[in-house]
């Protein structure tokens, strides 16, 4: 996914789970958000584009300077390339629309 990427390329060999790496985003505006953390990017992502992820805080992500999302799927192959998409378009939403508030990086 452009913009984000799988944490240190860490691809699981089993389990339902992989994290992604938004650090990318970190600093930018979704209307009345700053990113700065992964909360506010959770809080964004779900108010705008319904979509939810299990911030690295909540699972004691040690760097605060990373951008950290847990992403669980345990549906069908085709469900998750759409899901992906869908998060892939609020990405790019973001990049595109979002303003760079290069203060708060």
């Not at 909540?58 to 390339?81: H, M, P």
């Not at 869908?86 to 708060?104: F, M």
């Amino acid at each position: 996914m452009k913009n984000v990427s799988i944490y240190h390329n860490l691809i699981p060999e089993s389990g339902f789970f992989i994290l992604l790496d938004f650090t990318a985003l970190k600093g930018y505006k979704v209307k009345d958000w700053i990113i700065n953390d992964d909360i506010d990017l959770l809080l964004a992502l779900y108010k705008y584009y319904k979509i939810k992820f299990l911030p690295g805080s909540s699972f004691a992500w040690n760097n605060k300077n990373e951008i950290i999302g847990r992403i669980t799927f345990s549906s069908s192959f085709e469900n998750l390339i759409e899901d992906m998409k869908h998060l892939q378009d609020a990405i790019n939403s973001i990049k595109e629309r979002g303003v760079l508030w290069k203060k708060y990086i």
